[in-house]
């Protein structure tokens, strides 16, 4: 797969995470949906975690049992570091999602720019094979890439471009029946730099048998 753990170790150990072009002071969108469709006691799992902040909002508020997950041990590390004493509020996985078993259920599930590196067939089944074993039945996955007219390529790295309609017919491909789209929001995120980078946002439920 392209852009392995060596890959995103080297990233993170390059730059401050606020120097990165998915860096987001505040995660608005995100937090957004993730406070429509969570609650305090509930498990929740940010997949690809990186440096983002939503988690450190998320233990203010009160919300938890928190996990976050990432391929890279420099991206956690980040988080770890500016989380402090909190850190011990977060449970840390260091896995590739494409290989990981989860071993119980979250309630909502949210990915923000790590789907859209899955460009092979295979790690994207491998992906929504982990999503359909970790969510529970109901459950939310929050999943957000670039959008059509989004960049072609993140971190160096080629993406898959999706509008919501094309990530709902994706899923659908490979867990037919499981889930439905509830609600899906564009959103023009701004870089460091100050270039525009468009996304999309989709929310989806998973179904109960
Ligand atoms: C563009 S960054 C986004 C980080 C974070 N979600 C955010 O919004 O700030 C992509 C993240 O996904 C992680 N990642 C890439 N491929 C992965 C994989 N196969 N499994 C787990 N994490 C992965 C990278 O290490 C990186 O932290």
Redesign the pocket.
Known sequence: ?A?GQKH?DD??GARSEDA?T???AT?AVSLDLVRDHLQPGEPFI???????RLVDVLIDEGFGPLTV????AA?LAVSRQRLGPRADDVAWIE????T?EPDRYYAVWH????FH??TAAE?RASYTRALSAALRPGGIAIIATFADDGPEK??GLPIARYEPEDLARELARLLPGQFETIDARRHMHITPKGNRQSFQYSVFRKAVP
């Open positions: 797969m852009g995103w990233v993170y990165l998915w860096f987001e995660p940010d997949i690809g975690v990186g440096a983002s997950l990432d391929l890279s991206a896995a590739d999602i494409t990981w990915d923000r720019a790590v590196f899955l790690d993140c971190s």
